[in-house]
């Protein structure tokens, strides 16, 4: 699979996790459910293909490296859940960017604990990149109320949790293949985001035929394809790379949004979403992939 393109795939990554929030909206299910059962269609879908390749991949993992997945699924789930319910206090545009601070959380991550160098180029880029997102989501800024502050922060909370995601994903993906990795991190977040519902007394059921038709789409398109397609590429580019493609979501969420849910963008979001996609691709041009593997830690 190393002779396709990362950059070209990352990008169609998010291409895919760009219909994320006109799914979720559809869908009409609560937070934990929708989150829960992306997850859930997700590892069934991936299912069959470690079947093919051999159960016997998940037994040779070794327990410091199923350990940090168990930790990565933790990060996934938690950011799942609080992407989502902050889709019911603030606009998508201001979760998106909030979300964008997400590059900033994993360069910063990168080179403390994966020692990898940010060029210049990168930083610029980055820094067009964060500009252009909270520039999309300026409007929110605007008028604000008590429950877009409560959004915002989930949306906050949120972009630090797959910040930690993508940056121990990095140093995990130099040690195991894709499809196991990704059925027992999606299986780990599972189980977190369903400890959770069961916490906040949230029955994971889905109601209604509409809705599992959106979930399904969700957990394969945007999860299982989507975010996949991140993981994949982590062991051949930056992490903070991954995580500057992954912006173009929130630009695209707009549109789409706009054109299936009738959400009229800002002037501002067009503006802002100029700007990420501007810093996303200087960055992504200075992108190589590493020679240099990161490491992570051994004493778990």
């Not at 989502?84 to 964008?100: K, P, Q």
């Not at 605007?142 to 909370?157: E, F, K, N, Y």
């Not at 394969?220 to 394809?225: D, R």
Request: glycine share 8%; aromatic share 10%; hydrophobic share 55%.
């Amino acid at each position: 699979m190393r002779s396709i393109n990362p950059q070209s795939a990352l990008w169609f990554g998010a291409l895919c996790t760009s219909f994320a929030a006109t799914f979720i909206i559809s869908s009409g299910e609560p937070p934990f459910v929708v989150a829960f059962y992306r997850l859930f269609f997700a590892v069934l879908f991936l299912a069959p293909i470690m079947a093919m390749q051999g159960w016997d991949q998940l037994k040779r993992i070794q327990k410091k490296h199923l350990i940090w997945c168990l930790l990565v699924g933790v990060s996934f789930g938690l950011h799942l859940v609080t992407y989502i319910a902050s889709l019911n206090y603030t606009s998508v545009a201001s979760a998106g960017a909030l979300a964008s601070l997400q590059p900033v959380f994993v360069a910063i991550g990168a080179s403390v604990f994966l020692r990898e160098r940010i060029s210049l180029r990168v930083k610029i880029g980055i820094t067009c990149a964060v500009i252009g997102g909270f520039i999309v989501g300026s409007g929110d800024v605007l008028s604000v109320t008590g429950s877009a502050l409560l959004g915002d922060l989930l949306a906050l909370i949120c972009a630090l949790m797959i910040s930690l995601y993508f940056v121990a994903g990095r140093a995990l993906r130099q040690h195991l293949d894709i499809i196991p990795y990704l059925v027992v991190v999606y299986g780990s977040s599972m189980i977190v985001v369903a400890a959770l519902s069961l916490a906040f007394g949230v029955p994971l059921i889905i109601k209604t035929s509409k809705g599992l038709i959106h979930l399904l789409a969700l957990g394969l398109i945007s999860t299982a394809i989507g975010h996949g397609i991140f993981n994949w590429a982590l062991k051949y580019v930056h992490a903070s790379a991954v995580s500057l493609v992954m912006l173009a979501s929130p630009v695209a969420e707009t549109v789409w949004v706009y054109f299936f849910l009738g959400q009229v963008p800002a002037m501002t979001s067009i503006i802002g979403g100029v700007i990420v996609i501007i810093g996303t691709v200087l960055a992504m041009g200075d992108d190589k992939s590493q020679k240099q593997q990161p490491t992570i830690p051994a004493n778990t």
